[in-house]
């Protein structure tokens, strides 16, 4: 359950990273 949000989490800064660089 907690594995699951913590990925999610990830996912969406490594996207908002790529999208500010």
């Known amino acids: 359950m907690f594995s699951t949000l913590f990925i999610l ?4 800064q490594l996207k908002s990273v790529q999208s500010m660089v």
Request: charged share 0%.
């Open 9 to 12: 989490i990830m996912a969406f």
